[in-house]
């Protein structure tokens, strides 16, 4: 048991394995193979390492942006003038990454908490039974006090008053001026992976080039201040259409950076998205476009509660920071190597395929692939190693077989054409193939007979008369025939009867 397992032990750290391989020489498949790898190549090259960057580990950033709003904007309703600054028009006014600038408004002003004749179309009546008291309806004002106001033909509703009328949208906006408002943008971004921090004030920016500076995507492509007017028309929509019913803007600061070449080139880059709508549709296309929302102001009156309410229509801008850094690292590196190799194997799937099951000679190449083992051919080919041993072992009897290379090349390719054909006693070649010269044959214990008796009886069957076999070249030269042949096939097919020795057949052959 000792020695079993240290024989185990010995085969499994000091012995290699390696698989068998077949060249094949067939131009198709040789170019199939070949345009498989090629395609393969190209993909790892071009894909993997050049366009994804399959060489390099990557990171995303922490960021944080602050934002601030300058410009006055004037207007003049029913005679009132009013001129609008940041805190009126900005909300809210911290400075977020998302905010909204108003652009239009519907102000209704005076209203106190009472009782009101409801909006023409929102909740209509002929009589008090058309108005249910205490109720509410979704896209009322107030409570219903189950009261029809003739004069109105509306029902009566408890709620701030007068109601706020909505229907009519001014136009053109109110707040036109918001065109010309300007937007500073401050954004930090830090890399931990890399342990890189940079901020949209590059080098180069410093107080004398933001006070002079205005965003322009070819000749001032790092301003970090924007005009409205500006950013509306590189996202592609109108700005008087748009402000009149507000929408939503989309600031992208893009930081895509590689870390393999100094820092001082990572920069960012700033885009413009209509996040809300699609500027080609037309306003009758779409339902319920634009974005607004309502605020009041409140303040007491002959200590009467009251405000003014303000339904504001505006354009909202979110400020999205996209990033994503990139740095050599050998990791990622031989995992795209790696992964590329074993694609290469795909290859060798196809041709295996053609070879096996497409092409004419595949069963030819089946047998040239496979290597087929049954207990009977072992048995022979064991026999024969054995004698093949004694014989060149006892060389007081001057007896050993010596077949040249060119036999045994002649000899294993008659045996693969009689596999092929599925003949009878297909061994009968293989018998005399020795696939090493006999002065390297692996010695093999057997108990088929003794010693002399084999060696002779297969020296008379392989030496006795001058013997050769059908060439490659077709030519043909004098072969085995009558009571030899008869003993060689006989022996051939029944090896265990012809080693036992004193045998009938054994007896027979040494008194001939």
């Not at 339902?287 to 505006?314: C, H």
């Amino acid at each position: 048991m000792k020695n079993q397992i240290t024989s185990a032990l010995s085969d499994f750290f000091f012995e290699y394995e390696t698989p068998r391989q077949v060249l094949v020489r067939n131009r198709r498949v040789g170019v199939v193979c070949r345009l498989i790898q090629l395609g393969v190549l190209v993909y790892i090259i071009g894909w993997v390492f050049i366009y994804e960057k399959g060489y390099q580990s990557t990171d995303t950033a922490v960021s944080s942006v602050f934002t601030k709003m300058k410009g006055v904007g004037y207007t003049n309703v029913s005679g009132s003038e009013t001129v609008w600054d940041v805190a009126d028009y900005v909300f809210p006014s911290q400075g977020d990454s998302s905010f909204v600038v108003m652009t239009n408004f519907i102000i209704t002003e005076g209203q106190k908490m009472g009782k009101c004749p409801e909006l023409a179309g929102k909740h209509n009546c002929t009589s008090d039974a058309d108005c249910v008291g205490g109720s509410f309806k979704r896209t009322g004002h107030g409570q219903t006090t189950g009261v029809c106001v003739n004069k109105t033909q509306t029902c009566e509703v408890l709620a701030w008053c007068p109601v706020e009328d909505d229907r009519t949208i001014p136009n053109p906006p109110l707040l036109m001026s918001a065109e010309n408002y300007t937007l500073f943008i401050k954004n930090s971004v830090t890399f931990p992976l890399f342990g890189v921090t940079r901020s949209n004030l590059v080098e180069g920016i410093d107080g004398n080039y933001i006070g002079d500076c205005l965003f322009d995507p070819k000749e001032k492509p790092l301003c970090p201040i924007f005009k409205l007017g500006d950013i509306v028309k590189l996202s592609g929509f109108s700005f008087e259409k748009l402000a009149q019913e507000g929408g939503a803007i989309g600031i992208v600061v893009d930081w895509t950076c590689n870390f393999d070449v100094d820092v001082k080139h990572c920069k960012p880059e700033y885009n413009f998205h209509g996040l809300y709508g699609n500027p080609s549709e037309t306003d009758g296309a779409r339902a319920s476009v634009g974005y607004n929302f309502r605020y009041a102001k409140y303040y007491m009156e002959d200590k009467i509660p009251k405000r003014t309410l303000l339904k504001v229509f505006g354009i909202r801008f979110d400020v999205i920071v996209k990033s994503l850094a990139r740095k050599f690292d050998i990791i990622p590196t031989l995992t795209a190597i790696g992964s590329g190799v074993g694609i290469f194997g795909v290859a060798t799937v196809v041709c295996d395929l053609v070879l096996l099951y497409l092409l004419p000679k595949r069963e030819f190449y089946k047998n040239m692939k496979f290597k087929y083992t049954d207990t009977q051919t072992q048995t022979i080919l064991s026999s024969a190693r054995f004698v093949m041993f004694e014989v060149q072992e006892e060389s007081q009897d001057s007896e050993s077989i010596d077949l040249d290379s060119n036999a045994y090349k002649t000899l294993e390719a008659n045996s693969r054409r009689a596999q092929d054909k599925d003949e009878p006693n297909v061994s009968a070649s293989r018998i005399l193939i020795q696939r090493q010269d006999p002065q390297r044959l692996r010695y093999l214990k057997s108990d088929l007979g003794t010693k002399r008796a084999t060696r002779k009886l297969l020296h008379k069957v392989n030496c006795t008369e001058t013997t050769s076999w059908e060439t490659e070249d077709n030519s043909r030269t004098p072969t085995m025939d009558g009571p030899l042949r008869k003993e060689r096939t006989s022996f051939l097919s029944d090896p265990q009867q012809h080693l036992q020795p004193g045998t009938s057949s054994h007896s027979k052959s040494q008194h001939d």
